[in-house]
């Protein structure tokens, strides 16, 4: 399940502890009841600013507590924790909500109104998640169930009539890497670094702040941001090297590519990465891979600090060829 937690979203906190639930009976669906942006489904960075935008509603419109739904699932097949598992949801309606966990799918009854195939596997992930952690039941019902409402809407009542069926096929394949094209005729497009040093705490990840072009031919990096924004999906070698100081005997340090929302904070997947071990001695790692680098999103240079101490990056370097 690609889970999006309440820290990755950015959401507040409720206002005061959600009321235990030991668990229910099952589910209920639900859709946001107004219209959707349908631009939302091009662009997964509006997808956190939608949820975000429900819990300013619930809670300072509704005066309620918390966002009502216990989960929402976007049309790229992400699940962002609303309350969460074992949390009284209050989308359901009053003495309706110890009996189900809310799920809502990000549609509405205007603009975005058919769930895509990506959002229905994305809420069937989440009700085999509350049914394996939260203990829901097999239940599996529309919010008008049991109460006076339009909600979940026509299509999504529908497939919860069916049964809740999985789409048939996988939502979005990823294309299969060819090696050969990718590797013929390679152009370097990108080379950041570093200057001055930055320390990793332990415990801590870190996006390395690229403050030096070296080249940048086709203006993928801004001025010193961490990230980098592809212009168009392709298959990318990606090169990544720190040298470190303070890395001691025996601790591991990963270097990790990272794919974020393309603003924000949100990291979505980790690509390829490496467990570095210290040497105790001032070290150059590097780790290299090819990478499908998405139009849709940013992408970041990583450390993750594994280790007791701080590690101190004295200098780092970035090339990617295309
Ligand atoms: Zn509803
Ligand atoms: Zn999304």
Not at 65 to 80: A, L, M, T
Not at 191 to 211: F, K, M, N, Q, Y
Request: charged share 25%.
């Amino acid at each position: 399940m690609k889970l999006v937690t309440r820290k990755q979203w950015g959401a507040r906190s409720p206002r005061t502890a959600a009321s235990h639930l030991a668990g229910t009976k099952g589910v209920k669906v639900h859709y946001t009841g107004s219209r959707v942006d349908p631009r939302m489904a091009d662009d997964h960075d509006r997808c956190a600013a939608l949820v975000r935008q429900i819990q300013n509603g619930h809670m300072d419109g509704n005066g309620w507590n918390d966002i009502g739904y216990s989960f929402c699932v976007c049309p790229h097949r992400y699940v962002f924790e609303g309350r969460g598992l074992h949390k009284l949801p209050a989308a359901n309606g009053a003495g309706l909500n110890s009996g189900h966990y809310a799920v809502l799918g990000m549609v509405g009854n205007e603009g975005l109104t058919v769930p895509n195939d990506a959002m229905l596997h994305g809420i069937r992930d989440a009700i085999d998640h509350v049914r394996a952690k939260g203990g829901a039941g097999k239940e599996i019902k529309g919010h008008r169930d049991g109460y006076s409402t339009d909600c979940p809407g026509a299509k999504l009542y529908k497939w919860v009539k069916d049964g809740a069926p999985r789409p048939k096929g996988d939502p979005t394949p990823e294309p299969v890497p060819d090696p050969e094209t990718a590797a013929a005729a390679l152009t370097l497009v990108l080379d950041l670094g570093t200057e001055g040093s930055v320390t990793v705490a332990p415990g801590a990840r870190l996006s390395i702040p690229w403050t030096v072009e070296h080249a940048d031919p086709s203006g993928l990096h801004a001025a010193k941001s961490a990230a980098w924004l592809p212009k168009a999906a392709d298959w990318h070698l990606v090169t990544f090297s720190a040298i470190v100081t303070g890395h001691q005997k025996g601790e591991r340090l990963k270097l990790v590519i990272g794919e974020y929302e393309r603003t924000g904070n949100i990291r979505l997947k980790d690509h390829f990465g490496e467990d570095k071990i210290g040497h105790g001695t001032r070290t150059e790692h590097t780790v290299s891979g090819l990478v499908w680098l998405s139009g849709d999103h940013g992408y970041r240079a990583d450390l993750v600090n594994h280790g007791a101490e701080s590690v101190t990056v004295a200098s780092a370097r970035l090339r990617i060829a295309r």
